[in-house]
């Protein structure tokens, strides 16, 4: 007889974006000329000085265990870091590095929720955030937003979740969010922290995107907007995005030191920490940065520029230029209440698009947001031009 699961892992779903990109990836092993947005990370190279980092970590035969949380090094780094860009100051023992912002982002919720807390979320959320709620036994209680309102959830909406959960824990905030490239400035930060503050909410604020921000856009972390929202925010980054280090897997925590020691002593009995090249070499990626990082955002900005451009030509697709990361999240709607192949929802549609159309888009119903789709942009500029005729030929197809 089988042995039964566990509870928890039974509600779990599998991720929508790497079921996407394996299926195109079979198309593409098929010879078959797919255009795919559904990969979440750059396409750039890891800088060489970075790699270099390695190549002399490696040389220097530093390849043992190191300390739980971190090595001393990176850790100051990061404080650094902090107090450098964001004017927050951190010490050693506030940081805990674990392999990649989703590992931060769970090792946090394991520490601080019990069953049947309840983790406030506003969609469009990142992929993940449903399933890790559920792993730790809390409640996700969703807080909509609309593409009008650029997917920011408002003060109003805050308040009303925060009076109808009443076992209200932990607000998950992600600026610049992935996947609508919203980011919320100082002033809309600022009053979503009085609404902690006042019914006793901790932020974790997801900030990987941080340093992805277009045009004049200023990132702007929710720890440092009121002096009380310090010592109630857990802010999670890393080196994936900013970096293309997607495959080096370093996120980090900072937050309170109890917090950060609790999550800490998860991590002691799960991973007991993360590879010691990497750790190396982040410490050289955030001390030691070169122009490969500034020249690699302007020209995620200009695919932006360029996307967004081809897409608002397609008539009832409504969609905002995003402020930061590197997706695009259109609305569909009109086309899924109007279209001659009674496509009802974002996953059959996205369907058509690859078996049909051979692009590789993500389902909003993913990130909650059943009438939207998900582009990533974090590709070459014919792969751009390619998959936005043929978004639009589709579209097209299913008027007329």
């Keep these: 007889m089988a042995i039964k699961l566990a509870n928890r892992i039974l509600v779990v779903k599998p991720s929508a974006t790497l079921a996407i990109s394996t299926r195109a990836k079979e198309m593409m092993a098929a010879g078959i000329d797919v255009v795919n947005f559904g990969v979440g990370e750059p396409d750039f190279n890891t800088p060489d000085y970075i790699k270099d980092a390695a190549h002399k970590a490696l040389d220097d035969n530093f390849t043992r265990y190191t300390a739980n949380p971190g090595i001393i090094e990176l850790r100051e780094a990061i404080c650094a870091k902090f107090e450098r860009e964001n004017g927050l100051k951190y010490k050693p023992n506030q940081i805990l590095v674990s392999a990649g912002a989703k590992a931060s982002i769970l090792t946090v919720l394991m520490a601080v929720c019990d069953v049947g807390d309840q983790v406030l979320v506003p969609s469009p959320y990142w992929v993940s955030y449903p399933d890790q709620v559920k792993l730790v036994n809390a409640q996700m209680v969703v807080i909509p937003s609309t593409v009008e309102n650029e997917f920011k ?28 490239g919203t980011v919320y400035n100082r002033e809309e930060l600022i009053e979503i922290a009085k609404i902690c503050i006042e019914y006793n909410l901790l932020v974790i604020s997801d900030e990987i995107y941080e340093r992805l921000v277009y045009d004049d856009t200023e990132h702007v972390s929710i720890a440092s907007v009121l002096p009380e929202m310090y010592e109630r ?19 980090y925590a900072a937050g309170p030191a109890h917090i950060i020691g609790a999550a800490s002593r998860v991590q002691a009995h799960a991973t007991s920490g993360i590879n010691s090249i990497t750790q190396k070499a982040s410490v050289v990626a955030l001390n030691e940065e070169d122009d490969s990082i500034e020249k690699m955002r302007q020209e995620f900005q200009e695919r932006r520029n360029f996307l967004c451009g081809e897409l608002s030509k397609i008539p009832h697709v409504t969609l905002f230029k995003p402020k930061g990361a590197f997706y695009v999240f259109p609305d569909i709607s009109w086309y899924l209440e109007n279209n001659n192949k009674g496509i009802k929802d974002c996953g059959e549609f996205c369907s058509l698009m690859l078996e049909t159309y051979h692009v590789a888009l993500v389902s909003g119903a993913a990130f909650g947001v059943d009438t939207a789709v998900r582009f990533s942009y974090a590709n070459s500029m014919e792969n751009l031009k390619k998959g936005a005729q043929r978004f639009a030929k589709c579209l097209e197809d299913l008027r007329s």
């Design 153 to 180: 959830i408002t003060p109003a909406a805050l308040r009303k979740a925060c009076e109808e959960s009443p076992s209200a824990k932990v607000l998950l905030l992600n600026s610049p969010s992935n996947p609508s």
């Design 233 to 251: 925010t857990v802010v999670i980054n890393g080196v994936s995005k900013a970096y293309a280090m997607t495959g080096w897997r370093m996120g």
